[in-house]
Antibody
């Protein structure tokens, strides 16, 4: 059974950074890419980027390219998303999602399994 | 990037009714790379359909999809109480993947 367990809620000040983790189990971590998607309060879903643990390839959305870094740790089957220079409009629930299909797809896959979400609040 | 538009924004129906949700893309979605997700408030999204017509695990055949090119439809026949949620379409054939704004299906 695939499980994706995200780190707990964070409160950050504007200008700070946040690093959210997504610990996976139940499948071969390096076989499937992981996307990060966020959802501002009362809003829709926004794709931020994708990473594969197979070779570390990433694909970031243009809106986040200069502020986000996605990494993986194969020893713990954990994916990380770090967002820097936080602003109030970064307040959102951040989700990790596992690709439906295995391979180096650069995000060209729907997400079948999801973490529970991590609320990041940015406030002075 | 491909912009997705969903209609209606809100759909009010009764259990047992048939729901038809629309998703329109600003340009052709390659290889029918269109997915639908269900999201219940406070929960993560859940994959309903992929490839425009293929049901994901756990969803009954009351859920069906159709369409190609720029116009796609999710149909839910015989609505059950647990079906009332927000539904998002997503195209994943072109980078970056993009989501529609969602349709709220309410009782």
């Amino acid at each position: 059974q695939v499980q994706m367990l995200q780190s707990g809620a964070e409160v950050k000040k504007p200008g700070a950074s946040v690093k959210v983790s997504c610990k996976t189990s139940g499948y071969t971590f390096s076989d499937y890419g992981i996307s990060w998607v966020r959802q501002a309060p009362g809003q829709g879903l926004e794709w931020m980027g994708w990473i594969t643990a197979y070779n570390g390839n990433t694909n970031y959305a243009q809106n986040f390219r200069d502020r986000v870094t996605m990494t993986t740790d194969t020893s713990t089957s954990t994916a990380y998303m770090e967002l820097r220079s936080l602003r109030s409009d970064d307040t959102a629930v951040y989700y990790c999602g596992r690709d439906l299909w295995f391979g180096d797809l650069f995000g060209r896959s729907p997400q079948e399994d999801w973490g529970q979400g991590t609320l990041v609040t940015v406030s002075s | 990037e491909i912009v997705l538009t969903q209609s209606p924004g809100t759909l009010s129906l009764s259990p047992g009714a048939r729901a038809t949700l629309s998703c329109r893309a600003s340009q052709r979605v390659s290889s029918s790379s269109l997915a639908w997700y269900q999201q219940i408030p406070g929960q993560a999204p859940r994959l309903v359909l992929h490839g425009a017509t293929s049901r994901a695990a756990g969803f009954p055949d009351r859920f069906s999809g159709s369409g190609s090119g720029t116009d796609f439809t999710l149909t839910i026949s015989r609505l059950e109480p647990e079906d009332f949620a927000v539904y998002y379409c997503q195209q994943y054939g072109n980078s970056p993947p993009t989501f529609g704004p969602g349709t709220k299906l309410e009782i």
